[in-house]
């Protein structure tokens, strides 16, 4: 029984580049959540997904991100234009059923932007 | 909007103390409350939950933690520390929306 998988791990990105970061659900979730992790800091919020609907984005940039959850295939979070401030640790969790059910993580995609 | 507080930064205790991390939130009504362990290069694992009821909840790895409505608190605690035990801990509040808010962690030494 997988858990969430993200991919890659490590993503290196030179600045103006795209970047774009994998989430596969465990199975049998539907609900998505990205969040942003900054050396010692929390993690933030970014988008909450589920099946083909985004459903709250209030905490990703209006600009250069984007996120899907398509009704096939992995979450994607993409980012374009890559700048230094990018870099950070992403992380993905899902849940069954949403609404502050506990959340299952992956181990993160680390972008780095040089 | 709810918000999390945590006010240790780096902890250090001896293996085989005890060991309490402290959590503060603020939110209106009773909040749905978390918390979330994290090992190095690792993503987070749920450790215990808060949603109703008795207010002193079990979780993993022999932790606990006490929701304190007066003091608007939902401290960690283990009586007894053990190197593996060293990592980062996270405190998270719900609210009955889709955000739920992660305190900015708690890391945890342990010196044998």
Known sequence: NAGVMQNPRHLVRRRGQEARLRCSPMKGHSHVYWYRQLPEEGLKFMVYLQKENIIDESGMPKERFSAEFPKEGPSILRIQQVVRGDSAAYFCASSPTGANSPLHFGNGTRLTVT | AQSVTQPDIHITVSEGASLELRCNYSYGATPYLFWYVQSPGQGLQLLLKYFSGDTLVQGIKGFEAEFKRSQSSFNLRKPSVHWSDAAEY?????????????????RLTVKP
């Not at chain 2, 009955?96 to 808010?101: C, F, Q, S, T, V």
């Open chain 2, 90 to 106: 996270f405190c998270a509040v719900g609210a009955g929306n889709n955000d739920m808010r992660f305190g900015a962690g708690t």
